[in-house]
């Protein structure tokens, strides 16, 4: 597929940005496991990770965005007035990822694989994960995302002030 790969894009929607390839969306194919194996060692490149953040910096130029990524807050948003950073327990993380992906609870044997893969990732992201060190800390382990939204609108309010 990446060989076919002509143009890469994002595209405004109601509630944030659509990746395109090629006009089409991706967002599906980016969360696969083709694209989670390998990202890593992707997102190493320097001339890839400026790529990608110069698209999310020139998006948010004409919108008011939400960003998630290990180093929003340091790297592509230092001066960000709001910075999240969002922890939870390897095998929660793993359980939330299996269930996106299938759309059911899934096995301990399938949290207990996922975690793994997981955990090897942040392994290997280690030096880009780090806390901005104004971010605010927020553990989700035990939290709803009902409840995850409440706390960052929350503090998104009080932040725009």
């Not at 595209?11 to 083709?34: I, K, T, W």
């Not at 190493?44 to 008011?64: H, I, L």
């Not at 299938?102 to 096995?107: A, C, F, L, Y």
Request: proline share 4%; glycine share 4%.
């Amino acid at each position: 597929m990446l060989d076919a790969v002509r143009s890469v894009s994002l595209s405004p929607v109601e509630n944030g940005f659509v990746p395109l390839l090629n006009g089409r969306p991706a967002d599906g194919e980016m969360r696969g496991d083709a694209v989670t194996h390998r990202v890593s060692v992707v997102a190493k490149m320097p001339r890839v990770r400026d790529w990608v953040n110069t698209q999310v910096r020139n998006a948010s130029q004409d919108y008011d965005v939400v960003v998630d990524g290990r180093d929003i807050g340091t790297v592509v948003f230092p001066d960000a007035r709001l910075k999240i950073f969002l922890v939870a327990a390897p095998e929660e993380r793993a359980r939330r990822r299996v269930y996106e992906r299938t759309g059911r609870e899934p096995s301990e044997e399938e949290i207990f694989d996922e975690t793994a893969r997981i955990l090897l990732r942040d392994e290997l992201d280690a030096t880009q994960s780090v806390k901005a060190a104004d971010a605010v800390v927020i553990d989700t382990t035990d939290l709803t995302q009902a409840e995850q939204i409440a706390q960052i609108v929350k503090l998104a309010r009080t932040h725009s002030s």
